[in-house]
Each structure stands twice: as structure tokens, then as C-alpha cells.
């Protein structure tokens, strides 16, 4: 059968990784956001720009981890103004995360033409070659699936420990938790919901921005203007398949990633010859919306997201 | 354990001392001049009327709101204003009515919450657990430390929110309407906590309208009115009458009025009950005749059934028995259409809640009741007429703004329930519901809005003034019913009664012995 040939395959699984890692950054970024309370819309423009400021650092002669480092300031920086206006100002979320993704993406847009006016293709750089862990890179089947990724894959999954040690086992976690649940609890004990929220906001934001340089740093190596493609708007799907919890967000990044490669291998099997290839290019978001009709039933939604907190308001 | 004396108290000098406090909110006082001070193992009663400034006062003291004038002292310095954290760390710790709990964490997750500086590697949650654990055994708190705080009781909840407090070694706590929300065992339970914690020392400030609580477990009674400090009395020197006709104000002054002569009766309830829908009091088998040409006063205690009478007269709500009839005909089914239609005038009691639409202009407000029938012309509404309605309610009612295009949320209270009695007035209505209608409002408004009640009732409309200001009744109303745990009393007519005789049946007094003898009709 060629489907269990392909998911029997080690480069199918490698694949998903691979298509999986800057999902797993920007999907961690949006549910440390929710988590706080505040739902995070600019999260595809935020990753345009972690995708082009990473890329364009790297091109101007930073080594790659500065790229990163790059990506993620930039990140924090639309982080700090979607959290100014959502948080101490109140606003509403949903239109300073739809205005942020367009600022983010027009800006980006703008000064790529700014830096690079004269050239049709945009110029490669020297991108994150894969790294074999020693040993485990041996295993049969897993060794090459799981262990001969970039340093920037396996960077996303150490990110997603840190995050779920994070949320649940420091304090720092446990007033974010409480912060998206009821402000007015952590308010009662004396910690300041704004602080709270706006640097959940801004590291999140950061997060995403990662999410988007994988794509120029290790996925491909050049930027493209269409390169995010909607990726971010699947996080925040993923989110909720996740349940706000960092492990089950893992899993379905993994699950979606699984069928964006499962899709591109079957249009070169039997039935792709027969079938149109838009069937196959739909089918990860077909399954992403039936697992999340399934899934998110029975999620905790944050019960205080998108409401803003007003200190002392009657 | 013997409770020390007054003079070994004063001796120890006050843990908390509040001064001159003073909180506005746009024009409405919430607390004028407020002091008092507490003693160490001392419980303080704050007992006053919603909207008297109880919580509000407490907010403050938690640094939750900024007072405008005056000053907190705990323990002899004075409190940073607006900051909880001080607060905290000095040792007060408040239970707040609308509790501040996250449901998605633990019990011990939401005690721990902020007490340890945020970034560290780890939560310390073993030490963490057996500490509530032995806090828990020594105040008789019985709950689970490892439980989610969403699968909890109201009466579990509670418990942890006081443990929040005792977690931070409290001194001070402060109980905002603590029953309001439990079962009697669970009060009772409540209550053991509390003498254990006074017995160890903490003082407490305990907050209700409930008199027998009160009485039960306050060494010290401040009544609130107002936003003022109105009396001071030691527990055991008072009683449950005395703090009712305090806490709703029964200074006897005239009726405002000369009598007038009672008409027929125009809305009649007989033996009507409400359902039961869990939160506020129904009404139970009662029977009130509303007579043309009279103002019939609805005094009591807050939440003892008033909302439910002002819903089911508004059309909110139905019955579940018994009968209505407005103008002598039985009213079949019943929705605020029916009664907006039946010529019943509302001046609903939460003039920003469900007395006009904020962000709508005065025009739009204006017609809100009469949009579809006076100012629809062929299925379009007339705004030509509609404007100039509002221009004239403007001019009539003495409703300062800048114009009937303003948006409503721009004026103040006092504007707002002028418009709305306009709008209401205007239609010249046989029956007004008029709940609660100068809360809030400066002297100038509220002498307008009784003015314009007393020219409805001269015209021969039937009002019902229901307040929780005896004052304001017994100045207005030519017969009185008091309403207690939904039930009414009979009704008496205007000087019948002294303000004492009426806070009995406040808090509950003579319902028995009237149900003996069936219901009453005055």
C-alpha cells in the first residue's frame, strides 16, 4: 500500500518535523499570549517580519544565531505595541492584532524594497545545515527522522519543555495562568495584571517571530513574499487543539505538519494522477478542522481571554 | 480564651485606623468622611444598605481604589494608597464578595499565587501544601489542597480565599457579605472559623446587611448610609430593630404631600407568587392593590423580593400563581410589551443597565418604549418627530446636555432618570413603577424626581415607590407594605406607624402571624 509505505518512511517523518519546528515556535507564542489573557492576531505579520529580519540579518553578515536573536527582537518590538494597546490602554484584540498583522507584513514589505530595490530574485544566504546527534542519530527509522534536524528544530522542542516547566512549575507560570483566568486574582495579591500580561504579549510575540525565521534561516534559505502563507492562522488553530497546554500543541503541529507532508507525497502516488492536486493541498486543513471539532470540546478556554482588566474600575 | 477588655484594647492602640476617608465616582459620593478605628481581636460589623459604600470603603482600605481624601494607617503607618501589595504586606486580608479566585488552578496554586518573588526556578509546593494543610486544621477549613478550584464549592471557595489570607499571616481581615452566598451550615462553619481566628488574635471587619449575623458576631456595629458613617453602636447594647431602622435611615420627618383621595384600584396582585430561580427571593403569595390617585411605598431590606415585584410589573418575569389585573381585567400572557402597552410607566431601578442604551443618543433613548407606535410612520420611524419629542422632554424636564443628538452616557445620573422620566411621563401612564429612582442622584434631582411622582399621583396615577430609603417612603407614600423574604406585609396607611414599628417587619417580624390569618388585604 503506498500510504504505509510513506508513513513508514524515516524521510516523511523528517519531513514532518522539519514543516512542523516554526509551528511549534509560533504556536507556543500565541498560547503563552492566551494564556495571559490576550488573543494575539498579529501573529501572522509578526512572523513575516521574524522571517524577513532574521533573513535580511544574516544576508548583512550576522552569524545565524544573531539572525535568530534579530528575529526575536523584532518580534518583541510588534510585541510591545500590541500589548500597549491591548493591555493598559484595553482595546479591542481582535482589531489590534488584524492591524498589527497588517502593519507588521506591509512594513516588512516595505523594507525589503528599501534595502533590496534593484534585484528580481532575493539572494540566498548560508542556512542551518542539519546536525546529527551522536548515537540517537543511529536509531532505524526515528534516528533519522527525529535526530538529524537543524539546530533550530531541535531548539523549538527545548522551547516547548521550557514553556510547559515554565507555566506549570514557577511562580512566574502560575500568575500567567491566573492572569488569563481572573485578573482580579492576581490583582487581590498584589501582583500587577498589566506587567503580567504585557510581557506574556511580548515574549510570545517574540516566540512567533522565531517561528517565522525558521522558515528563512533553516527551512529555506531566502525570503519570499508569500513564504508565511496563513501559517500563523494555523497556530492559532492550533491553540485550541491544544488546549492551552504546550504538549498537546506540540502534538498537533506534529499531526498538521504530518498531513501537509503526507498530502505532497501522495500527489505523486497512483491516485494523484487521477485526483487534482488542490484536493491534496486541502486535506491538512480538512483534518485540522475535524480534529479541532473533536478536540477542542472539551478544552479549558482561558475564561478571561480577550477581556480586558481596568484597575479600580467600578 | 476571655476577649480582652475595651481599656486593654485602647491600651494597645487601633491595628487599623481609617481617616476621613472620601471617594467619588464622577458625582456620585461613595463615602464622605469616613473613620472609625479597629482593635486587635476585635470584629467590626459594617452594616448598610447596597450602594451604602461598604465595599467601595473596603477597596480603598485594600488599596484596590484610590480614596480622594483621607488616609489609612495599619499599625501606626500610614498605607500607600492604591496598592494592594502594601495592603497585603501589612497584614490585611480581604475576602471579597465576587471572589477573586482562578478556576483553572489548584487550591494551592491560587493561595501561593504572588506571595513568592515570581522569578525562580521552582515552586516550592510540597512546603506549600502541608503549611495550608496545618492552616486548614487549626480554623476548621476543610479543603483539599490539591483540588481545582473550579470543581468547588461556593461554600469551598470561600474557605480558600480565607486561607489566602491566613497563608499571608493576616491580621486584619475583611469579609465582604461572606453569607451572602452560603447555606446556614456553612455559615455556621463560617462563623466557628472566625472566634477561632479572633481567639488567636486577628480582628476582623466583617460586612452584611443580614442583622442576625450581625448581632451574632460583631463586638462593634458601624452603620454606613450613604457613603456616611451615620451610628456607632456596641453589639450588646443594641438590637436587630434598632440597626434596621439605622441602617435604612428613620429620622421621622412630615409627609412631603397633602393626602389625596384614594381611586380605584388600578394594578392588582392577588396571591401571586414568582418562580424560583435560584438567586434572588420570589415572591410568595402576595397580594398589593395599587390605587389611583396614591403612592404606595415598598420598604425593606435589599434582595428580599423587590427585584422579583419590579420584574414581574415590568413584564421580565411571570407568575407562578396567582392572579394580575390592571384595570380590573385579568392580564393573560405577560411580557414587557404587554405591560409597556397596559400603560405601565417603568423607571427601572439600574438606569445604566436597563433604563437607557448607552452609546444611543438622547432621541434614540427617548422613544425607546414608543419607537414602534407613536414615531413609526407606515413602518419608518419618524425621526422628525422623534427629535422634537426629545427637544421637548429636554425642555420640559429640565435635562441638562448639550443637545438631543448627545450620546446618552455623557450625562450624568441625574439627567439620565430626568430623561427617563420624561419618557415615561410624557405618555401620561395610569400606573408607575418608579424602583428605586433617585439612587444616586444629588438633593437638586431627587426633589425633581419626587415632584414629578407627586403631580403623577395628583393627576390620579397609581405609584408604586419601591426604595430601600425609609425616609424617602414615609416622606412619599400615602400607604406603605414592607417586603420581606418575598413576602408583603399588609398596608399602612401614611402615620400609622412609627419607623421602628416598620423596621419589625424589616427584619421579618408579624409575616407569621399574617399567613396564619391568610393573606391580607389592606
Known amino acids: 500500500m503506498d500510504i504505509l509505505d510513506i508513513l513508514l518512511s524515516a524521510s516523511f517523518w523528517a519531513a514532518a518535523i522539519r514543516i512542523a519546528?516554526?509551528?511549534?515556535?509560533?504556536?507556543?507564542?500565541e498560547l503563552i499570549c492566551e494564556r495571559a489573557g490576550v488573543l494575539n492576531l498579529g501573529i501572522e505579520g509578526i512572523m513575516v517580519a521574524g522571517a524577513f529580519s532574521g533573513w535580511i540579518a544574516v544576508w548583512a553578515g550576522l552569524p545565524l544565531w544573531g539572525g535568530v536573536a534579530v528575529a526575536m527582537l523584532t518580534g518583541m518590538a510588534f510585541g510591545l505595541l500590541h500589548a500597549t494597546l491591548s493591555v493598559p490602554f484595553g482595546l479591542s484584540q481582535h482589531v489590534v492584532g488584524i492591524g498589527l498583522t497588517l502593519l507588521a507584513t506591509s512594513l516588512t514589505f516595505y523594507t525589503y524594497r528599501v534595502v533590496l530595490p534593484e534585484v528580481s530574485s532575493p539572494p540566498k544566504i548560508e542556512a542551518f545545515q542539519p546536525y546529527e546527534i551522536p548515537l540517537l542519530a543511529d536509531l532505524p527509522l526515528i534516528g533519522p527522522a527525529l535526530f538529524s534536524q537543524t539546530p533550530l528544530t531541535y531548539a523549538a522542542f527545548l522551547l516547548a519543555a521550557?514553556?510547559?516547566?515554565?507555566?506549570?512549575?514557577?511562580?512566574?507560570?502560575?500568575?500567567?495562568r491566573a492572569a488569563g483566568e481572573n485578573p482580579s486574582a492576581v490583582a487581590a495579591q498584589g501582583l500587577s495584571v498589566t506587567a503580567i500580561r504585557m510581557g506574556a504579549v511580548i515574549t510570545g510575540s517574540g516566540f512567533m517571530a522565531v517561528g517565522g525565521a525558521f522558515l528563512t534561516l533553516s527551512a529555506f534559505d531566502s525570503f519570499f513574499f508569500d513564504m508565511v502563507n496563513g501559517r500563523g492562522w494555523i497556530c492559532i488553530a492550533l491553540v485550541v487543539f491544544g488546549a492551552w497546554r504546550p504538549g498537546k500543541a506540540v502534538l498537533g503541529a506534529i499531526l498538521f505538519a504530518a498531513f501537509d507532508a503526507l498530502q505532497i507525497r501522495l500527489q505523486q502516488t497512483a491516485i494523484g494522477a487521477l485526483v487534482p492536486y488542490q484536493l491534496f493541498l486541502m486535506l491538512p486543513y480538512i483534518l485540522s478542522i475535524l480534529a479541532l471539532v473533536v478536540m477542542s470540546r472539551r478544552a479549558e478556554v482561558p475564561a478571561a481571554l480577550m477581556v480586558p482588566f481596568n484597575k479600580g474600575e467600578r | 480564651m476571655t476577649t480582652p477588655s475595651m481599656a486593654q484594647r485602647a491600651a494597645n492602640g487601633p491595628v487599623l485606623r481609617l481617616k476621613e476617608i472620601t471617594k467619588r465616582f464622577g458625582p456620585v459620593t461613595a463615602n464622605e468622611d469616613v473613620s472609625f478605628d479597629l482593635f486587635p481581636g476585635e470584629v467590626i460589623a459594617l452594616l448598610g444598605e447596597n450602594g451604602a459604600g461598604k465595599t467601595t470603603l473596603m477597596n480603598i482600605l485594600f488599596g484596590q481604589y484610590t480614596a480622594d481624601a483621607g488616609e489609612v494607617e495599619l499599625f501606626g503607618a500610614t498605607l500607600p494608597p492604591g496598592a494592594p501589595r502594601a495592603a497585603l504586606d501589612g497584614g490585611v486580608g480581604m475576602v471579597h464578595q465576587h471572589f477573586t479566585l482562578a478556576d483553572n488552578l489548584t487550591v494551592w496554586e491560587n493561595i501561593t499565587l504572588g506571595v513568592e518573588p515570581l522569578f525562580q526556578m521552582r515552586l516550592n509546593s510540597s512546603a506549600a501544601r502541608a503549611r495550608i494543610r496545618s492552616l486548614s486544621e487549626r480554623f476548621h477549613l476543610k479543603v483539599d489542597p490539591n483540588a481545582k478550584v473550579g470543581r468547588l464549592t461556593v461554600g469551598e471557595r470561600q474557605r480558600v480565599e480565607i486561607l489566602k489570607a491566613l497563608y499571608r499571616d493576616a491580621r486584619i481581615?475583611?469579609?465582604?457579605?461572606?453569607?451572602?452566598?452560603?447555606?446556614?451550615?456553612?455559615s455556621d462553619a463560617l462563623f466557628a472559623t472566625l472566634r477561632e481566628a479572633i481567639g488567636q488574635g486577628l480582628s476582623v471587619i466583617f460586612i452584611s446587611h443580614k442583622l442576625h449575623e450581625v448581632m451574632a458576631i460583631s463586638d462593634r456595629v458601624l452603620v454606613l448610609r450613604h457613603g456616611r458613617l451615620v451610628a456607632e453602636r456596641r453589639t450588646a447594647q443594641t438590637s436587630r430593630d434598632e440597626l434596621a431602622s439605622l441602617m435604612v435611615g428613620a429620622d421621622v420627618k412630615p409627609a412631603r404631600f397633602a393626602p389625596n383621595a384614594a381611586g380605584p384600584a388600578l394594578l392588582q396582585l392577588q396571591g401571586v407568587s414568582t418562580p424560583d430561580n435560584g438567586a434572588a427571593p420570589r415572591l410568595r403569595n402576595v397580594t398589593l392593590d395599587l390605587a389611583a390617585g396614591q403612592i404606595t411605598g415598598l420598604a425593606g431590606v435589599s434582595g428580599n423580593g423587590q427585584a422579583a415585584l419590579s420584574d414581574l410589573i415590568s413584564g421580565l418575569i411571570t407568575t407562578q400563581s396567582g392572579q394580575i389585573r390592571i384595570h380590573g381585567r385579568e392580564i393573560g400572557a405577560w411580557s414587557p410589551r404587554k405591560a409597556v402597552d397596559a400603560g405601565i410607566a417603568r423607571i427601572p431601578e439600574d438606569r445604566h443597565k436597563t433604563g437607557t442604551i448607552a452609546d444611543f443618543d438622547l432621541t434614540e433613548n427617548a422613544i425607546l418604549e414608543t419607537y414602534s407606535t407613536r414615531f413609526a410612520r407606515r413602518g419608518w420611524l419618524?425621526?422628525?418627530?422623534a427629535r422634537q419629542f426629545a427637544?421637548?422632554?429636554?425642555?420640559t424636564y429640565d435635562v441638562r446636555c448639550p443637545g438631543p443628538d448627545t450620546r446618552i452616557r455623557l450625562l450624568s445620573g441625574g439627567n439620565m432618570q430626568k430623561l427617563i422620566l420624561g419618557r415615561v411621563l410624557e405618555l401620561a401612564p395610569d400606573i408607575i413603577l418608579a424602583n428605586q429612582p433617585v439612587r444616586g442622584l444629588d438633593i437638586g434631582a431627587v426633589t425633581y424626581v419626587h415632584e414629578q411622582l407627586a403631580k403623577a399621583r395628583a393627576r390620579g396615577a397609581a405609584v408604586l415607590l419601591i426604595s430601600e430609603d425609609l425616609d424617602e417612603i414615609m416622606q412619599l407614600s400615602d400607604v406603605i407594605h414592607v417586603i420581606s423574604e418575598g413576602r408583603l406585609s399588609p398596608g399602612f396607611p401614611r402615620g400609622s406607624q412609627q419607623p421602628e414599628d416598620l423596621g419589625a417587619w424589616m427584619a421579618g417580624h408579624g409575616f407569621d402571624t399574617m399567613t396564619a390569618e391568610g393573606p391580607h388585604a389592606p
Open chain 1, 162 to 176: 521550557i514553556c510547559a516547566y515554565t507555566l506549570y512549575r514557577t511562580p512566574v507560570g502560575l500568575a500567567v
Open chain 2, 391 to 395: 427637544k421637548d422632554l429636554i425642555a
Open chain 1, 21 to 29: 519546528s516554526p509551528l511549534i515556535f509560533a504556536t507556543l507564542g
Open chain 2, 382 to 385: 419618524d425621526w422628525r418627530a
Open chain 2, 173 to 186: 481581615l475583611i469579609l465582604d457579605e461572606p453569607t451572602a452566598v452560603l447555606t446556614p451550615q456553612e
